[in-house]
């Protein structure tokens, strides 16, 4: 018998890591994966509520999350490459054409 | 099932005859030109125009087990999507670069992108709130790098693409916690089960968080880094569309979210958006009149004009919302046209970006420098213009809910954006110099495509500015069923 | 021996996302994320979600991941530097993130009868999931087959050399 708050601590824990890297990571690829890590660290939170209201809705929207992530993963690493062919860096550092 | 067919209908419409644009464009030999589709684009998007309006017929209520709905509300919206997606249409016609043969993917991803719009103001089921928002945030993180041989075209859409995804993070995990409190994700049933919800403080997480990713979208401050850079970066066109649209159903969610998910926690969410409304006013304003260049100076502005929407949040539910709605139509009409005539004086490739280049503008072309100052008047709020009433009834709805402080310092930034409205309107009217070479540059040619976007955005903006009863009736019917 | 063995893949879990966080090279942080991932199924197989968890190593770890690695790969990604920007990020972003943390951690905590969960629970069947996800939420599955086609779409406009060339030319 495990409490399902552990479940979400770790969620949540996860979802900060995630946080952590999108702020701290100089690389476009590893930025992108920490967000990925942040949709992992939510879809686990959504498992745990689907087991603790017997609903599988909770589960059904992991699938979605998925599919999204899928997506945006096509979308985002076609980004990537065309930033690469046009700049050729992945240093976001360097990708300051324009000035906050 | 029938009428759960209608409640989709405009979407329906959109996501068809995007398709058909694609299948047309792969059926066309590689070197042909591919402006024709607009053909099929632009009367798909005034069919779904119409379908909206045909579902004023209908009964208000849910459809496909109460994942969407048609009410007054959603109507508002998805009419005043498709006027916006129309216009942006025939601006792309116009503008686009003629000798690209890639224009079919840009009005399939265009009316895409819109179906995913207007499903998000209707949807009433968080599920279908995530994909909806989606749709409409992946085509536009795609059509922001249009211009991917640019260096600045790809560094857009980048920026925007990962700041976007990290929102919709936060938004998720919002859903999440709801999920977790209420067991439902269903809007109304949300609304039904938080008051009585035992862990209550699951929902005011969720709330905030849901607040991050819905606030970002709608480039408020602390959440509107993204703005200059993603406007600065995409092409024209497509800033007329994506400050306007996806805007505009992200507003439509967050009026969602508030009034009907988590109207009890008013006293809550509330001194939030104060807060935020002001900021965006402030941080907007001050940091827009020190920009040289015409695309961020209007970014900023932007900001600006999300804080001067936020301030009809603090009002009571029904004068708030209607105000909201208004102001977003108002907002719409004038920031679509100004980024027309924007696109046409810089011309696609953007050869004249700063306020600067913009000298003279008057003299070269009348139409066109009268237009842009037109729209500044507007931007401004000066009355007989869509944005004075838009600021005026957001204003007295805030006064209205007692946020007088925030109409009061709602209306110091209005003066204070005066300046650099202004500043643009007089360097448009400067005589060139002698000897410059902008006196040499041709004159803009206004295609018939894009003079009719441009009349439908004047008459629009005069409109709302001369009479505003007809908007507003509907804007107080859309807060209407949102209660 | 649920115990265990949520103990042992949780760490699983938090190791791999520390190191995707502190790796240098991508490529490392690429595979941390593959472990996060594969632990992660076991998690959701400990809560009864079988299904999920075949769905999330084919998916996520299988697919998604592959494609990580092998954009990776294509651009042949190097280690990544330390700059003023990160220095900076680290020390503005930590306390920011802590405090996160520690709010939700804190409303998690105090949260009451979250109930618990035990290896005898049963397991959700596909035909139930089934049930609902092609009846009640029917719309969105559907939908989602608009946000796949825009994906297709952009990544190939995206991604395609040649697009614009004349523009390019000028």
Redesign the interface.
Known sequence: MIPLSWYLLLSATLFCLGIVGFLVRRNLITIFMSIELMLNGVNLSFVTFAHQWHLVKGQIFVFFVMVVAAAEAAVGLAIIIAIFRARATLAVDRIDLMKL | MNTDLLRILPETILVVAGILVMLIDASLPPRAQRRGLIWVAAPGTMLALWASLIQLRLDPGTAFFGAVETSPFTIFFHVLICGIVLVALLLAYDTLPRDSHHQGEFYALVLFGASGMCLLTGAVELLVVFIALEISSISTYILAGYRKHTGKGPEAAIKYFLLGSFATGFLLYGIALIFGATGSTQIYEVAHKAASAQNHTFIVLALMLMLVGILFKVSAAPFHVWTPDVYEGAPSPVVALLSTAPKAAAFALLLRVLYQMLPDLRSLWMPLLWVIAAASMTIGNLAALRQQNVKRMLAYSSIAHAGYLLAAFAGLADKGIAAAAFYIAAYAAMNVGIFAVVTLISGYDEHLPLVADFRGVLYRSPLLGSLLIFFLISLIGIPFTGGFFGKFYSFSAAVGGGAVVLAIIGLLNSGVAAAYYVRLAVTVAQKPENGMSQAALPVPQIGVAVGAALLFTVGATLWLGIAPEPILRAAENAAHALQ | M??IL?IVF?GL??AG??N??LQKH?IN??LS?VV??TS?AV??LL???E??AA??II??AG??MV??TF??M??N?GR????L??KA??A???PA??A??A???T????????????LS?GI?STE??SR??F??????FE??S??????????????R?G??D???G?
């Open positions: 649920h115990l949520f949780a879990c938090l996302a520390l995707l966080l991508p942080s690429a994320l996060v991932m992660l998690l959701y809560l009864g979600a299904f999920l769905a999330q998916v996520y697919a998604i494609l990580f954009v990776i294509l651009l990604a990544e530097e330390r700059t920007g990160s990020a680290v503005l972003g930590f993130v802590a996160i943390l709010v939700i951690a409303v998690i905590l105090k949260a009451q009868d979250l109930g618990s969960v035990s629970d959700t139930e999931l609902v996800l009846h009640e939420l029917l719309l969105p939908v989602t608009v946000l796949i086609l825009i994906a297709i779409l952009g990544a190939v406009s995206l991604a050399k697009h614009g004349q523009e390019a000028k």
